[in-house]
């Protein structure tokens, strides 16, 4: 292509290189400097860089770097971090921790077990306002002090001593490891640091102190900057000198970034996947990307209707046109690569309830039932506002998921954009939204983590779907022992919803993305952290 094709766009992105400034290995004055760099780029902003109120994977993979729990998940695989060992008991409901010797903050000042107590009982506090606060649910009394029920000195944690943490849940979960160490909403918080700072706690890089492996030095012109923190008890196996996180919106700029030296990792934009084939690396990021439905909203409070927007898809024809036939077409929910008892959780189960290409027939039918339920004479009478971000690849979906909704139903659908912030801040979170764009990575490799924001008691996101049935599968499945029973239940429980047409499946993501050769270590996972460079290394001269 390469230069050629991209130079347009490349000419609007000399500000965004300049900011970030330095050089890499793959830069153009990587010559310069031996300097172990990684650069790369999102595009989007996090939401937040307070722990305990983050809420999506690029949020989680910049606090990955900058905090540490009792435990760190690199790919799955568990290893002690800030706790040196800890012993289970034998009914699996209380997890006793030993903290290390001499550990500490950025600052120098001394972590203890306090700092966990206390970050924890933030996180359920209503008064934080975590959306993601029913991470918080299998700790012992999590639920009712989420509510307020209860006070938040009642949430099962305690610390005997400095050194000593404990933790008592309301069921046995074998995933909690796995969870506390791929979950930002677990690390420890300063408590003087949050109080200091109020409001503006964890605003930018300088209102904060850190406990992981990284400190962010610099979060100003979009740009983050982090290097190693001396503190952290792990230092010599920190490679990277420093790592630099550039916000680039434009996938397009952000590839003419990666072709000019610019950035070390890149994600392809579907448009170009093929033009790289043979250079190209891809991973499963775990994402299912569907469609919420706010279940109270006009029309699509109707089951017959959202079962017509559903069958009213052809989910081959959208992946052509809307990305490039890059990702997978999927007609379910939970992530067909999911470990189970026996296999993965798309070798043990078939949740095939909509045909990938559609049932035009069967959107029709469904359609004249619900219009008939509705007191509603024609199609063009319905108009539903479909709500995504602002970036320009999801414009394109809402476009074709519009194009086809009109062509196959004969319904109306307006296309309303918000930024991502918006989306995940307030839309989601007030139920302010009929029909919205989204998807779901999982926290925690277990089938659970696709399920629980459809439970009628989730306080994330306001979707209005109330099943008891439902709702009882999932509770029964924190206390079922045998796994494969378990798993049943799970798997029982996606199909009510994919029978009620509770939300509209679209694709699972494989990525395409193009990696610097002298990047060593970079760690892909499918499950709360994508892309994990805290073990990072780079080849220099």
């Known amino acids: 292509m390469k230069k050629r094709l991209l130079a347009a766009v490349l000419a609007g992105t000399m500000v965004i290189g300049m900011v970030t400034g330095c050089s890499t290995p793959g830069s153009k004055d990587s010559e310069e400097s031996s300097e172990k760099v990684f650069r790369y780029s999102s595009t989007t902003e996090p939401t937040t860089l307070d722990s305990s109120k983050c809420n999506s994977i690029p949020d989680n993979e910049i606090q990955h770097a900058i905090t540490e729990s009792l435990v760190r998940n690199t790919g799955g695989d568990v290893q002690p971090g ?4 800890w012993e289970i008991s034998p009914d699996g409901l209380t997890y006793t921790f030993h903290l290390r010797d001499g550990i500490k903050w950025s600052d120098g000042e001394p972590i203890t077990a306090n700092d966990f107590v206390y970050s924890w009982q933030r996180l359920l506090d209503p008064e934080t306002a975590s959306v993601y606060a029913f991470i918080g649910e299998h700790i012992k009394n999590g639920a009712l002090v989420e509510t307020g029920e209860l006070p938040k000195e009642e949430l099962g944690v305690s610390a005997p001593d400095d050194q000593t943490f404990v933790v008592e849940l309301e069921n046995p979960t074998a995933y909690f490891l796995s969870m506390i160490g791929a979950q930002a909403q677990f690390a420890p918080l300063r408590q003087d640091i949050v109080e200091k700072y109020g409001a503006e706690f964890a605003a930018d890089a300088e209102k904060n102190v850190y406990s992981g492996p990284y400190v962010l030095t610099d979060s100003s012109n979009r740009t983050y900057i982090f290097e190693p923190n001396e503190n952290y008890w792990n230092r010599d196996a920190i490679k990277l000198d420093r790592v630099e996180l550039s916000t680039v919106e434009n996938t397009d700029t952000a590839l003419s970034m990666y072709e000019d030296g610019d950035l070390d990792y890149v994600e392809i934009p579907s448009a170009y996947v093929s033009q790289y084939e043979g250079q190209d690396q891809t991973f499963m990021n775990g994402n299912v990307d569907y469609l919420y439905i706010n279940c109270a909203a006009d029309y699509v409070s109707n089951q017959n209707f959202r079962l017509a927007l559903n069958y009213g898809i052809n989910r081959n024809d959208y992946m052509k046109l809307a990305v490039d036939d890059v990702y997978v077409p999927y007609a379910s929910l939970v992530f067909s690569g999911l470990k189970t008892p026996n296999a993965t959780y798309g070798e043990d189960y078939d949740v ?26 024609s199609p063009s009478d319905i108009t539903i506002e479909f709500t995504t971000t602002d970036a320009e690849a999801n414009k394109v979906i809402a476009e074709v998921v519009q194009d086809q909704w009109t062509k196959n139903l004969g319904i109306n659908v307006e296309i309303r954009q918000v930024t991502y912030s918006e989306i995940y801040g307030n839309v989601y979170p007030e139920g302010d939204f009929q029909v919205g764009y989204a998807g779901w990575g999982a926290d925690y490799d277990d089938a659970y983590s696709y399920l629980e924001i459809w439970k009628s008691d989730n306080t994330m996101y306001k979707l209005n779907y109330k099943n008891d049935e439902f709702d009882s599968l999932l509770v029964a499945s924190k206390t079922e022992t045998d796994e494969q029973a378990r798993m049943d239940m799970l798997n029982k429980a996606e199909m009510i919803l994919l029978e009620e047409g509770a939300f509209v499946p679209l694709q699972t993501r494989s990525v395409h993305y193009l990696l610097n050769d002298k990047v060593k270590d970079l760690t892909f996972f499918h499950c709360s952290i994508n892309r994990d460079w805290v073990y990072a290394d780079i080849e220099t001269e």
């Open 82 to 85: 800030l706790a040196e060992n």
């Open 352 to 377: 095939s309830v909509y045909p990938l290409d559609g049932d035009m027939d069967k959107a029709k039918e469904y359609l004249n039932k619900a219009m008939e339920e509705m007191g509603i004479a």
